[in-house]
């Protein structure tokens, strides 16, 4: 079964810090494909970034960067010299090929402090 | 082009009245998805359909719940009786038909049951 966790609930960083939100998934499929969203305040979702499981390159987007390691199962999301307007809820999700479905992780809340 | 389209924003409606929730997704896609969101279990997946067609209803809490997609601009989800329980964020999302697709969102319609 598929499955995406992501253990941060909450993070609470200053203006200007890097931070990273981690991103684990679980899947039985050896293609698959890995999302990350943006739920800001006003309460949409906004994609981000989608990546397929045979593409393991960095990418990296403005001050987003993404770092995909299939050795660890893992997606993790990283915001550099974070501001304000990056306060919002980040949902990582998965789905397999084959399937039209997207798993949603938790979510984890991230509070930029000016 | 437009995105998805939710109607309404906003629904606040007294328990056992019937709720019907709107969606019009973006021309072209063929996936159209519908989920809520709550404080306790998230974003949940209720139902989606592929070329109008229901695949996967099994998200769907019980039978008060139900959802059609006449055509492909269209698609609506009913909740007859409604109780406070059901009061949540609801989105609607569509994507071009691939599970390697991302979805997009709408803004959601946020439901009050009293």
């Known amino acids: 079964a598929q499955k995406v966790t992501q253990a941060q609930t909450e993070i609470s960083v200053v203006e200007k810090e890097d931070v990273t939100l981690d991103c684990v998934y679980e899947t039985r499929d050896t293609t698959y494909y890995l999302f990350w969203y943006k739920q800001p305040p006003s309460g949409e979702l906004v994609f981000l970034i989608r990546r397929n499981s045979f593409d393991e390159q960095n990418e990296i987007s403005g001050r987003y960067s993404w770092n995909f390691q299939k050795s660890t199962s893992s997606f993790n999301f990283t915001i550099t010299a974070s501001q304000v307007v990056d306060s919002a809820v980040y949902f990582c999700?998965?789905?397999?090929?084959?399937?039209?479905?997207?798993?949603f992780g938790k979510g984890t809340r991230l509070h930029i402090l000016p | 082009d437009a995105g998805v389209i939710q109607s309404p924003r906003h629904e606040v409606t007294e328990m056992g009245q019937e709720v019907t929730l709107r969606c019009k997704p973006i021309s072209g896609h063929n996936s159209l998805f519908w989920y809520r969101q709550t404080m306790m279990r998230g974003l949940e997946l209720l139902i989606y359909f592929n070329n109008n067609v229901p695949i996967d209803d099994s998200g769907m809490p019980e039978d008060r719940f139900s959802a059609k997609m006449p055509n492909a601009s269209f698609s609506t989800l009913k909740i007859q009786p409604s109780e406070p329980r059901d009061s949540a964020v609801y989105f609607c999302a569509s994507s071009e038909f691939s599970s390697r697709n991302e979805q997009y969102f709408g803004p959601g319609t946020r439901l009050t049951v009293t």
């Open positions: 999700a998965l789905s397999e090929a084959g399937d039209d479905k997207i798993i």
